[in-house]
C-alpha cells in the first residue's frame, strides 16, 4: 500500500446537497467569494478528498447489493494516489471479489492513447495531425473532400462507423468476432461520408481504427508495441496491455455483465480484436498514473496538442478534443473521456484547477462511472450554487396542443414527438416535461425549444438548442400507407457499401425487414416513405423517388451511419 492512500474493498450513496433559491447578486457572490475562488488552483485537503471519496464509494456499494458486478475507484492529488477502494464481485460465477488492482477494459478511454501515439509522432516530425488521411491510407476513397487526421480525432470526419454498417448485415459487433483487418475493410469500403469534413462533430469508433493503421504505418510497429514503448513503460503502467488478442489470458482480469432490471446476470464480454478505438486493459492505478504524467509538465507539448478542441468549418468550437472532451462541470475545469465496451463501463478525468484526477472503472452499466466521480468532485468542491432559476408562463391544455406534433430531423430523418399529457398538463415527449417559458420557448433540462409557425398558425420547424449546438426539426404528419404504398416497397435490397441484403415483405398489414437466418423486425410508418422499427430505437428506414415519383433507393440511418444506401 502506498502512503497516504486508502485501499480495501467494501461496499457503498450520495445526496446531492440541498439548494434554495437565490438572487443572481447573491449567486455571484457565493461564485466569487466561496466558489471557485477558495479551490480554484489549489489542492483540497488529502483528508476532505479521503472522506468525500469514501462516501460516494459506500453508497454506491450500498446500491449494489452482493453478489453483483460493482467497481474499482481511485482519486490522485498533486499525482499522488490518495485513495483507492473497489466494492462489487469480478467473476458471479466463482464469487471473486473486485480488488483495486483488478484489470478492467476501458472502452473508448483508450482513444486517448491512440491520439497521444499521433501526437508523438508529430512531435518526432514523422507525420502532421493535418496532414491527409489518404497519405497514409491510400486505399480510403477519396471523398472529393479534404479529410485529416485532425477529424478523425475529433469526430468531425464524417465516416459512418464500422459497427453500425456491420449490423446490418445482421451479425453485428458482440454477435461475431471482429479483428482489426475486418473492421479496416468495413471502413474502408465506405464510398461516401455522412458530411463534409469539418462541418459536423459525429461520434464515429471508425476515425480512430484508421488512426490507430496510421499509427502503425508510419511507426512501423503494432499500436501495441508502440505505446508500450513510448507511453506504458516510461510512465511505468506495468499493468496495461491492448487486448489485441481476446483470448488471451489475462490475469487479475473482472468479467463484464449486464443484467438487472432487463433480467438476470449474463456475461456481457468483448469477443474482438478491434483495438485503437478502445481495448485498453488496465487498472485504476495506472489509469491514475497517466493523468499524473499528462499534469507533471513533462509532456506539456503533447497535452497541449491533445486539449487543443475542434474547431467546425463555420468556426465553431467543439468541446471534444484528440481523444479527450475539455469542459467544465459545475464550473470547475475538466478534462476527460468516458467508455463502454460490452458490459464494462468507465470514466477517467482530470481537474487540473484542483490538481486533483479521478480513475473509476466498473463491470457492469448499472454503475455509473461519471455519476460516481461527480458526486465526489460535489463532495470536495460544493455545495454549488444552483442554477438560476428561469421564470416558466402557465399554459392551458388548449394552448399546448398547438405544439404538438411529429417531426423530422432536417439531417439525419430521426423522428421526434411531442405529446401533450392531460395529467400532468404538461407537453412532453413521453419522457421529459417541456417547461413553457415567457418568451414562448420551451425549457428541458439545459436545452431549449423554440417552435416555429407559418403566417396561418402550422406548425412548420422545432429548434433544438444544447448550449448553442443546434438541431433542427421539421414539422410532419403521421402517415398511413395504403395497402399499394405497401406493396410498392416490398422486394430484395442490397447494400455494396455495406455487403448487405434484406427482403421487405408485407406481414399482417405492416411491412417487415426479414434477414436469413431468423431476423423479422415490423416497422411502423412515421411521416411520408419514412419506417421505424419503433420510435426511440435509433434507427430510421426510408425511401427516396426518382422524377416520375417511382421508389428508386431504401436508406437506413442510425446516430452513427446517416445513410446507407440499398438498392433493389
Not at 22 to 35: G, N, Q, R
Not at 207 to 231: M, N, Q
Request: hydrophobic letters at 40%; proline letters at 6%.
Amino acid at each position: 500500500m502506498e502512503s497516504g492512500v486508502t485501499k480495501n474493498n467494501m461496499n457503498i450513496r450520495h445526496s446531492k446537497p440541498k439548494t434554495r433559491r437565490l438572487s443572481a447578486a447573491c449567486m455571484l457572490l457565493l461564485c466569487t467569494s466561496l466558489f471557485p475562488g477558495s479551490l480554484l488552483g489549489q489542492t483540497p485537503d488529502a483528508r476532505k478528498v479521503i472522506a468525500a471519496a469514501e462516501k460516494v464509494v459506500k453508497e454506491a456499494a450500498a446500491a449494489s447489493p452482493a453478489p453483483a458486478p460493482g467497481c474499482a475507484v481511485g482519486v490522485s492529488l498533486d499525482g499522488k494516489p490518495v485513495f483507492e477502494k473497489a466494492f462489487g464481485t469480478a467473476e458471479l460465477e466463482h464469487n471473486v471479489t473486485i480488488t483495486t488492482n483488478s484489470i478492467f477494459e476501458s472502452g473508448s478511454v483508450a482513444k486517448q492513447f491512440t491520439a497521444a501515439s499521433l501526437v508523438l509522432l508529430a512531435i518526432d516530425g514523422k507525420l502532421s495531425i493535418d496532414d491527409p488521411v489518404r497519405k497514409y491510407i491510400p486505399e480510403l476513397p477519396d471523398y472529393g473532400a479534404p479529410l485529416t487526421i485532425r477529424h478523425l480525432l475529433n469526430h468531425t470526419a464524417g465516416v459512418r462507423d464500422w459497427g453500425a454498417v456491420m449490423e446490418l448485415t445482421g451479425v453485428g459487433r458482440g454477435e461475431r468476432i471482429v479483428r482489426q483487418d475486418l473492421a479496416m475493410y468495413v471502413t474502408t469500403r465506405q464510398k461516401n461520408l455522412d458530411f463534409t469534413p469539418g462541418a459536423e462533430y459525429s461520434y464515429s469508433n471508425s476515425g480512430y481504427t484508421l488512426a490507430s493503421t496510421i499509427v502503425e504505418r508510419v511507426s512501423g510497429k503494432s499500436l501495441p508495441e508502440f505505446t508500450k514503448e513510448r507511453i506504458f513503460d516510461p510512465i511505468g503502467m506495468t499493468s496495461t496491455s491492448w487486448r489485441d488478442d481476446f483470448e488471451r489470458l489475462v490475469p487479475g482480469r473482472v468479467q463484464a455483465y449486464n443484467g438487472p432490471p432487463a433480467g438476470p446476470w449474463k456475461l456481457q464480454m468483448p469477443f474482438m480484436n478491434v483495438y485503437g478505438n478502445g481495448g485498453i486493459l488496465t487498472t485504476i492505478g495506472d489509469f491514475l498514473k497517466w493523468n499524473a504524467a499528462l499534469s507533471s509538465g513533462e509532456w506539456q507539448t503533447m497535452v497541449d496538442m491533445l486539449e487543443t478542441q475542434g474547431v467546425l468549418n463555420d468556426g465553431r468550437k467543439i468541446n471534444y478534443a484528440l481523444g479527450l472532451v475539455v469542459g467544465d462541470y459545475q464550473g470547475i475545469r475538466e478534462v476527460g473521456h468516458g467508455g463502454r465496451t460490452a458490459g464494462y463501463v468507465t470514466y477517467l478525468a482530470r481537474y487540473p484547477e484542483l490538481n486533483l484526477s479521478t480513475a473509476v472503472l466498473c463491470n457492469a452499466p448499472s454503475n455509473n462511472p461519471t455519476a460516481i466521480t461527480h458526486k465526489i468532485i460535489d463532495e470536495i468542491a460544493g455545495p454549488f450554487p444552483p442554477a438560476p432559476e428561469i421564470e416558466t408562463s402557465e399554459m392551458s391544455l388548449d394552448q399546448l396542443k398547438r405544439f404538438e406534433g411529429l417531426w423530422r430531423h432536417d439531417k439525419t430523418h430521426m423522428p421526434f414527438r411531442t405529446v401533450v399529457d392531460k395529467e400532468r398538463k404538461a407537453l412532453t415527449d413521453g419522457r421529459a416535461v417541456f417547461r413553457p417559458l415567457l418568451d414562448g420557448s420551451f425549457q428541458t433540462g439545459i436545452v431549449r425549444w423554440t417552435f416555429e409557425f407559418d403566417s396561418k398558425g402550422r406548425r412548420t420547424a422545432a429548434v433544438r438548442n444544447a448550449g448553442g449546438e443546434i438541431e433542427r426539426f421539421i414539422a410532419e404528419d403521421q402517415w398511413t400507407p395504403s395497402e399499394a404504398d405497401l406493396i410498392e416497397m416490398t422486394g430484395r435490397w442490397y447494400s455494396e457499401e455495406a455487403q448487405a441484403t434484406f427482403e421487405l415483405k408485407i406481414d399482417g398489414g405492416k411491412l417487415a425487414l426479414v434477414q436469413a437466418p431468423s431476423r423479422r423486425i415490423a416497422l411502423t410508418a412515421l411521416y411520408k416513405d419514412h419506417f421505424t422499427p419503433a420510435e426511440g430505437s435509433g434507427i430510421v428506414t426510408w425511401f427516396t423517388r426518382d422524377a416520375k415519383g417511382r421508389i428508386e433507393k431504401l436508406h437506413v440511418g442510425t446516430s452513427r451511419m446517416r445513410d446507407m444506401p440499398f438498392e433493389r
